[in-house]
């Protein structure tokens, strides 16, 4: 397994981590997911997708916040993902980014998982133990 550091960007209120993952790329937004901060998360997206990673991990667990314009940053690279065959899965979303999901109906395009390791268990031809969700 690659653990290492693919890229990042930063701004004051969003850092965005990117890895790989076998086939995966593991993208890890923190802070704040808005109008302002919406790019620093769809460029390394695109970037990944460029590259040839049509399977996005989204790691959401240090999200704090996220409006509509991050919603569509989602929705936008999810379509890219599914059109190169893969898609884009979130994992450990905090209450309050999942609450948007949820109120906007995003939640049932997205698949879902608990956690990181979740999604990567979930991968197609994972060899790897993981937990389950729930």
Do not use: Y
């Given at each position: 397994?690659?653990?290492?550091?693919?890229g990042?960007?930063q701004?004051?209120?969003?850092?965005?981590?990117?890895?790989?993952?076998?086939s995966?790329a593991?993208?890890?937004?923190?802070g704040?997911?808005?109008?302002?901060?919406?790019?620093?998360?769809?460029e390394?997206?695109?970037?990944?997708?460029?590259?040839?990673?049509?399977r996005?991990v989204?790691?959401?667990?240090?999200l704090?916040?996220?409006?509509?314009?991050?919603?569509?940053?989602?929705?936008?690279?999810?379509?890219?993902?599914?059109?190169?065959?893969?898609?884009v899965?979130?994992?450990?979303m905090?209450?309050?980014v999942?609450?948007?999901?949820?109120?906007?109906?995003?939640d049932?395009?997205?698949?879902?998982?608990?956690?990181?390791?979740?999604a990567?268990?979930d991968?197609?031809?994972?060899?790897?133990?993981?937990?389950?969700?729930?």
């Amino acid at each position: 397994m690659d653990r290492g550091t693919v890229g990042s960007a930063q701004s004051g209120r969003l850092l965005v981590e990117v890895r790989e993952e076998g086939s995966s790329a593991v993208v890890t937004p923190a802070g704040e997911l808005d109008h302002h901060t919406a790019d620093l998360l769809r460029e390394p997206l695109e970037s990944c997708l460029a590259k040839g990673f049509s399977r996005l991990v989204v790691d959401c667990s240090r999200l704090e916040f996220c409006d509509s314009t991050g919603l569509n940053v989602l929705l936008g690279a999810r379509l890219k993902a599914e059109a190169a065959g893969g898609g884009v899965h979130l994992a450990g979303m905090l209450p309050v980014v999942a609450r948007v999901f949820e109120i906007t109906g995003a939640d049932a395009v997205f698949t879902v998982h608990d956690g990181v390791e979740a999604a990567l268990a979930d991968e197609p031809g994972h060899a790897g133990g993981g937990g389950g969700e729930g």
